[in-house]
Nanobody, 115 residues
Framework: QVQLVESGGGLVQAGGSLRLSCAAS????????MRWYRQAPGKQRELVATITRSGTTTYVDSVKGRFTISRDNAKNTMYLQMNSLKPEDTAVYYC?????????WGQGTQVTVSS
């Protein structure tokens, strides 16, 4: 059993920055990978970034060079640093953790980027 809580969303002007946090608790040892997804109104949920047990990171092309996924193992927390934000980044951002058997989700945090 894993619990995930996101925070850090808000309203920012285009070109600005935000840092999202995802605090994990429960059976942390069982997590194989953690990811950030986002979903804009009327759009499919999109995988934004992944970090594996080994620390390997991957990104969707649209955020490469602007977003950075990282983790602090001592705090059981994953982060998404978002720089040079664009209006098209506006979405609800969700934290995901995968074990061998189960996908866990946070409640989501709203990110709104104004022109």
């Amino acid at each position: 059993q894993v619990q995930l809580v996101e925070s850090g969303g808000g309203l920012v002007q285009a070109g600005g920055s935000l840092r999202l946090s995802c605090a994990a608790s429960g059976s942390i040892f069982s997590i194989n990978a953690m990811r950030w997804y986002r979903q804009a109104p009327g759009k499919q949920r999109e995988l934004v970034a992944t970090i594996t047990r080994s620390g390997t990171t991957t990104y969707v092309d649209s955020v490469k060079g602007r977003f950075t996924i990282s983790r602090d193992n001592a705090k059981n927390t994953m982060y998404l640093q978002m720089n040079s934000l664009k209006p098209e980044d506006t979405a609800v951002y969700y934290c995901n953790a995968d074990t061998t058997s189960t996908r866990y989700w946070g409640q989501g945090t709203q990110v709104t980027v104004s022109s």
